[in-house]
């Protein structure tokens, strides 16, 4: 069997019936089960989502893991994490968390970092993790 489509993270689907491993859905065809979640089910941690995305190729408003933005990076995780959050990194900077001076000491996991049209996530005190085409 060859593949007919490809499904993005946080797609929603309507499941249709089970056999064995696989779900059916809608018209489309076949999921692996391990690879569907309910709708209400979260993943516990953004920055974790963020890092399956390492080594997917940048793509400019991009979304998916055939090629992905910084925002949309940001976007997609915390959508996993059931996290509200808009598209864009400057619409990102002005309605997510608390800004913080350029200087502040002290980031940590799951901190949001800015600069002029781009966003990174920090992996801890010190790893950024970004999308970007370098």
């Given amino acids: 069997a060859r593949m007919r ?3 993005s993270m946080n797609s929603l689907l309507t499941v249709t019936g089970q056999q ?3 779900c059916a859905v809608s ?3 076949w999921i692996h089960k391990d690879h569907i979640v309910p709708i209400e089910q979260h993943a516990p941690d ?3 989502v963020a890092a399956l995305f390492l080594g997917v190729p940048y793509l400019w408003g991009g979304r998916t893991s055939l090629g992905i933005d910084c925002s949309g990076l940001v976007q997609i995780a915390m959508q996993r994490a059931g996290l509200a959050c808009p598209r864009d990194s400057d619409m990102q900077a002005a309605e997510i968390g608390t ?3 350029a200087a502040a000491e002290g980031l940590r996991r799951g901190d949001l970092v800015f600069w ?3 966003v ?3 992996m801890d005190s010190e790893n950024l993790l970004h999308a970007n085409a370098h």
């Fill in 5 to 7: 489509h490809c499904v």
């Fill in 20 to 22: 064995d491993m696989f």
């Fill in 27 to 29: 018209s489309s065809g």
């Fill in 46 to 48: 953004f920055v974790a």
């Fill in 99 to 101: 800004p913080r001076p």
């Fill in 116 to 118: 002029r049209g781009h």
């Fill in 120 to 122: 990174g996530i920090m």
